[in-house]
């Protein structure tokens, strides 16, 4: 405000004229900065800060202090949660990571526990129509006699 007292005592001392001039000047810049503050969230941020203040039941002994708590604890603790989020997400994404991998390397065992069965079922089957062969070779030598 001590900018804002300079200015309305510089207007005291300037021509007619020129008053109409410096106070729209004045408007302009407080629009503009009016702006600013709305869309950069700060509005917000104290009037939120202000509302939680007129709803507390017990007022605290020193408002401004509560006010600067306020405001600078949503800035952290929404940094934070931000933070946490982004944490648990990715926390989130490698722990799905490990259980893939966890899962491909059971089917891999599997798929090599199942080939070697595989192997043997076929010697199996390999020996055994070996055997069946050779039992119907004599057979084959007795009904041509």
């Known amino acids: 405000m001590v900018g804002g007292k300079k200015a309305i005592g510089h207007l005291l001392t300037l021509p007619t004229g020129q008053h109409q001039h410096l106070l729209n000047s004045m408007d302009s810049e407080r629009e503009k900065f009016r702006t600013y503050i709305e869309k950069s969230g700060v509005m917000s941020a104290l009037t939120d800060a202000l509302v939680r203040l007129y709803e507390e039941t017990e007022k605290p002994s020193d408002a401004l202090n509560y006010l600067k708590t306020t ?8 940094d934070r949660m931000r933070m946490f989020e982004g944490k648990g997400d990715l926390y989130s994404l490698k722990n799905s990571v490990k259980e893939q991998q966890h899962s491909i390397e059971s089917q891999k065992a599997t798929i090599e526990a199942q080939q070697s069965e595989i192997a043997c079922l076929k010697e199996r089957l390999a020996k055994f129509e070996a055997k069946d062969k050779a039992s119907k070779l004599p057979q084959e030598d007795a009904t041509q006699a």
């Not at 405001?71 to 929404?78: A, C, F, I, S, W």
């Open 71 to 78: 405001l600078g604890t949503r800035t952290v603790d929404d």
